[in-house]
């Protein structure tokens, strides 16, 4: 099985940066994609950034020139430069591994980290 951990979270003030890093482990499939995704309280989880196998990235409009994603292969490891925080990025932040055999995808998640923004 896939193991997934996030680091990196943290209380923050508004204006401030936070780095995490989410590292796989465990039996990895097929690696199709990487990602965040984040769940503030009373919404759904929502897409942050994820990035392709093929390098193709996608950012939520509300984090874009804010937020880089980025992720090094050889360590299995992705990880989300966040600067310019804003309160309402206060949310619970999920690494998502994307993986795939000849015969089956799916998606496996990290337990999540706080993230929390400080006006």
């Known amino acids: 099985q896939v193991q997934l951990v996030e680091s990196g979270g943290g209380l923050v003030q508004a204006g401030g940066s936070l780095r995490l890093s989410c590292v796989a482990s465990g039996s990895i499939p097929n690696i199709n994609a990487m990602g965040w995704y984040r769940q503030a309280p009373g919404k759904q989880r929502d897409l942050v950034a994820r990035?392709?196998?093929?390098?193709?990235?996608n950012y939520a409009d509300s984090v874009k020139g804010r937020f880089t994603i980025s992720r090094d292969n050889a360590k299995n490891t992705v990880y989300l430069q966040m600067n310019n925080l804003k309160p309402e990025d206060t949310a619970v932040y999920y690494c998502a591994l994307e993986g795939s055999t000849w015969f089956t995808s799916r998606t496996y998640w990290g337990q999540g980290t706080q993230v929390t923004v400080s006006s």
């Open positions: 990035i392709t196998s093929g390098s193709s990235i």
